[in-house]
């Protein structure tokens, strides 16, 4: 999944996406409304008024457009003073948001790079983030858990059951699943997570993804989530692992596994579903994002969440 989204030649996220939106694979809901962005806007203003801090971070800013609308809508006060940083890899997406954003953001390839400039304080945002991390895939079997690897060449992907050496830390494998249930884990997040709390000396950070608490996760879905996206339609099965680096993949978050991956230093407000974080920002031309909401809720509970963690 890594070679695939974000290898330097080949990868998706490095090299192949050439835009997001409806001539992209997909599209998120910066692009249909700017409740998004007056909810975060709010959040942040309170956050960085709070931690006495001018540093706001968003990680995996995509084509920058929510990070602009997130400062047209700050208060005019905050607007003007507030350091905006960008945090991502691809050199791709980087050029995107130069062109949407100028001079008015700074822009890193790493959060250790990021909060270095920052001295560690900072208010840090992230939408649709974690979902882009490499997952590790397990399956149930009678007595425990096999990780699926693949066997691959130019023609042919086949998956294989490993015996796991150990599991990863995840609040998924305390549940009880019927033989033949596959899970995901971003455990190279939580790596990822635990590279950089030293360097992180205060603030707060609100992730923003679709997933839920580990007790909902898999509601009626024994495959997993794990999937692709290309020219706007959803890719499951064999099928992801064709068309290598030319398409989307992601699986949905365990929310359960992000509060406990970062206690003890983190301190976390109880996850809340993307509709209610956006409802009291809302206004009559938001009406497709709020529908598209009810209808994924509707499809499942509460499919995309976010929590606030402090």
Partial sequence: M?????????????????????????????????APARAIAAWASKAMRFHQTRNLIEVGPGMGILSKQ???????????????HLVDSSP??????KNTLGKRAAYHTTIHEALNYCGGNAVIFSNELVDAFPIRLFQKNQSNWQEIALIHSEKLTQE?????LSLPKSSIFRRDFPIGQRVEVHDSYRKW????????HGGEMLTIDYGNLAENLYYRSPQGSLRGYLLQQRVEGSAIYQNRGLQD??????????????????????????????????KPQDSQLLAACDHFMSLRQSPQNLTNLK
């Fill in 160 to 164: 294989i059951l490993l015996e796991p």
């Fill in 70 to 84: 997130v400062l047209k809508h700050l208060p005019i006060t905050l607007r003007f003073a507030v350091k905006l």
């Fill in 92 to 97: 791709t997406l980087l050029t995107h948001q």
């Fill in 193 to 200: 997570l635990r590279s950089w709390f030293p360097q992180w």
């Fill in 249 to 282: 993949l992601t699986a949905d978050v365990n929310f359960t596994d992000l509060i406990e991956w970062g206690e003890p230093e983190l301190q976390y407000d109880a996850p809340r579903s993307f509709a209610d974080f956006i409802q009291p920002f809302t």
């Fill in 2 to 34: 890594w070679r695939c989204l974000h290898h330097p030649q080949r990868g998706y996220y490095s090299k192949n996406i050439h835009t997001i939106g409806s001539r992209g694979d997909f599209t998120t809901a910066p692009q249909i409304s700017e």
